[in-house]
């Protein structure tokens, strides 16, 4: 049974990890619970779709530094042009809710774009299932990737990404890059873990986006 198969067949109510810090639970409580799936589990989904996707966020970091932890959900990127044909697979699998500017709407009705607002959209088999991935829209330009927290900066897919086991995962100090905005607890903890394996060049990237975009960074003095 595929994670989409069980899904369409599973009409249990989700609940909630009670163990989440106070935080998150706030926030399930509010958005619904999440059950992620796992990078395997997200392969199974979207190879089929034909369009290009990778994992960022803490999975990414996890892939590349081996170290784990917990992963309150799971961050899927591809590019936003392919969003109409995400949204035609997907319909009658899964319901898709854009994400953006503190807010959620149903994507449910086909002939509805979604807001300029929303750069994610949330899965999820029904309402009383709890969401399953994250999908982060990333823009492009001239067919290359492009930094949403720095539009200045763009590259081709491959340049950024990284490949293990059959998935594509957002290279590190990329990865970090949009994590700074944060640094939350796990934020912090996935800088430290990374910081010993990155090259030069890894830590020249994040040191030069730093000084450009977050000058006041407390991240600074560790590169």
């Not at 989904?45 to 996707?53: A, N, R």
Request: glycine share 6%; net charge negative; hydrophobic share 40%.
């Amino acid at each position: 049974m595929t994670p989409a198969d069980g899904d369409d067949q599973d009409s249990s109510v989700a609940s909630y990890d009670l163990s989440l810090d106070d935080e998150e639970l706030d926030f399930q409580r509010l958005y619904g619970p999440w059950d992620a799936w796992s990078p395997r589990q997200a392969r199974e989904i979207f190879d089929p779709l034909g369009v290009e996707w990778w994992i960022a966020g803490g999975w990414a970091i996890e892939a590349f530094t081996g170290v784990s932890r917990h992963h309150e959900d799971i961050d899927v990127s591809m590019f936003r042009r392919d969003l109409p044909l995400l949204r035609q697979a997907f319909r009658g699998r899964f319901h898709l809710w854009a994400a953006g500017s503190g807010a959620l709407s149903p994507l449910e009705d086909p002939e509805r774009d979604i807001p300029d607002s929303a750069d994610q959209v949330w899965l999820r088999a029904h309402a009383l299932a709890p969401w399953r991935a994250d999908v982060v829209l990333n823009p492009s330009r001239d067919g290359r990737w492009v930094s949403r927290r720095d539009p200045t900066y763009d590259a081709q897919l491959e340049d950024i990404t990284f490949t293990r086991e059959g998935i594509r995962y957002l290279k590190p100090e990329i990865a970090l890059s949009f994590k700074a905005a944060l640094a939350r607890p796990k934020d912090e903890a996935d800088l430290a873990a990374c910081l010993p394996l990155l090259d030069g060049g890894a830590k020249a990237f994040l040191a030069d986006y730093l000084a450009r975009i977050e000058p006041d960074h407390s991240w600074r003095h560790q590169l």
